[in-house]
């Protein structure tokens, strides 16, 4: 998803044509198919075609459930029996592993033992895959520099899916277009601005900055800014994070799982955590915080 730039309206009619034509589009070419993957592994060329059109599809479409969780039937051999099924996003990181093999010219060893868990991919399973796939089986048969050339590039394109999909994944925010919408919302603008009572109950603060982030939400379905897409479709975000970070930190736990009696009154947009005070009641709870605007 492209950043808000001067002149850009979002044309929801447009919007949804263009999801339907992604979904009849993965629906011609993989309904039917079985994605052989030593054979796609074989050469640059067709592996390139096979992940660039997977690519593409996500995205098209990756805020829409349909699209990203698509079903792709594979196997890793003709000779085998077994067919699997992987969500397309999920096939789309596997494919970046696996074209390692490519790169070492050893598409044929490719099996079950090449699957990566992407649903709970880390740093962890990252650096065994280079040691167990890469480094210890080749260190000896290939040339350093071109087993390194082979660790940099799965690093490239990890990286690659961060850069280009942080914004529809809700893991990056651009704090510019919130400031667009609110110089033209003056009711967007006093809501990013909200000040709790430090004196309230801690109920009546729950329920006021949760009636607020309904109301900021619905504005922005209505205006210009990047969230708009996502939340139209339905995908939705975590808001209680969107909540945190553009309207009122609100009160917070400590470690032990009591509310911390002093409210963070401020939002990462507007002034962020401000003092001393706030910046520890924040990190005293941040055990329990998920991701920020993780797709829900």
């Given at each position: 998803m492209q950043n808000i730039i001067e002149g850009f309206k979002f044309d929801e009619v447009e919007y949804w044509s263009q999801i339907e034509k992604t979904?009849?589009?993965?629906?011609?070419?993989?309904?039917?198919?079985?994605?052989v993957v030593q054979d796609i592994l074989q050469k640059k060329k067709i592996f390139n075609q096979v992940f660039d059109d997977m690519y593409e599809f996500m995205k098209r479409?990756?805020?829409v459930e349909e699209i990203r969780k698509f079903p792709i039937k594979y196997k890793f051999d003709h000779k085998s029996i077994d067919i699997y099924e992987m969500e397309a996003r999920h096939m789309i990181t596997n494919l970046l592993f696996w074209k390692t093999l490519l790169q070492l010219e050893m598409p044929d060893i490719i099996d079950e033992t090449y699957y990566i868990d992407a649903k709970n991919i880390n740093n962890r399973m990252i650096k065994n895959f280079i040691d167990n796939k890469i480094i210890i089986p080749f260190r000896y048969k290939i040339e350093t520099e071109k087993l390194n050339k082979i660790i940099?590039?799965?690093?490239?394109?990890?990286?690659m899916v961060s850069n280009d999909f942080n914004m529809i994944m809700g893991m990056s925010i651009n704090m510019e277009s919130f400031i667009e919408v609110a110089n033209k919302n003056p009711r967007f603008d006093e809501i990013i601005?909200?000040?709790v009572d430090p004196l309230a109950q801690p109920v009546e603060i729950e329920n006021t900055l949760n009636s607020l982030m309904n109301e900021e939400i619905e504005i922005l379905k209505s205006e210009e800014n990047v969230l708009k897409p996502i939340l139209c479709s339905?995908?939705?975000i975590k808001d209680q994070q969107l909540r945190e970070f553009s309207i009122n930190g609100g009160l917070k736990p400590d470690l032990s799982g009591n509310t911390v009696p002093v409210p963070i009154n401020s939002n990462f947009l507007v002034g962020g955590l401000s003092n001393i005070i706030n910046y520890y009641i924040d990190a005293t709870g941040l055990k329990n915080k998920p991701p920020m605007l993780a797709i829900a």
């Open positions: 979904k009849e589009e993965m629906k011609e070419l993989y309904d039917t198919q079985v994605i479409g990756f805020e940099h590039d799965l690093l490239y394109r990890l990286a601005r909200t000040k339905g995908a939705g």
